[in-house]
């Protein structure tokens, strides 16, 4: 092994080993688990349609259809 890759994963070691070892706190605000049954379309509550085309929004080529 070359010793810059070495260096490399001795300090990847390091930063996973010292981020794992502090106590992490955090409040989960939102989340949806897709669990419906097979097929269906995802909660319209939560969920809406964002159609458009020809560089609509954020310049995409793309062009979304519902």
Same mark, same amino acid.
């Given at each position: 092994?070359? @010793?810059?890759? #070495?260096? *490399? =994963?001795? #300090?990847?070691? #390091? $930063?996973?080993? =010292?981020? $794992?070892? +502090?106590?992490?706190?955090? &409040?989960?605000?939102?989340?949806?688990?897709? %669990? +419906? @049954?097979? +097929? !269906?379309?995802? %909660?319209? $509550?939560?969920?809406?349609? %964002? *159609?458009?085309?020809?560089?609509? +929004? !954020? !310049?995409?080529?793309? &062009?979304?259809?519902?």
């Amino acid at each position: 092994m070359k @010793p810059i890759c #070495l260096i *490399i =994963s001795i #300090l990847v070691l #390091l $930063s996973a080993t =010292s981020a $794992s070892a +502090g106590a992490q706190t955090y &409040t989960l605000r939102w989340a949806d688990e897709f %669990d +419906g @049954p097979a +097929g !269906n379309v995802p %909660d319209q $509550s939560k969920w809406n349609y %964002d *159609i458009g085309g020809n560089g609509w +929004g !954020n !310049n995409e080529l793309e &062009t979304y259809t519902r």
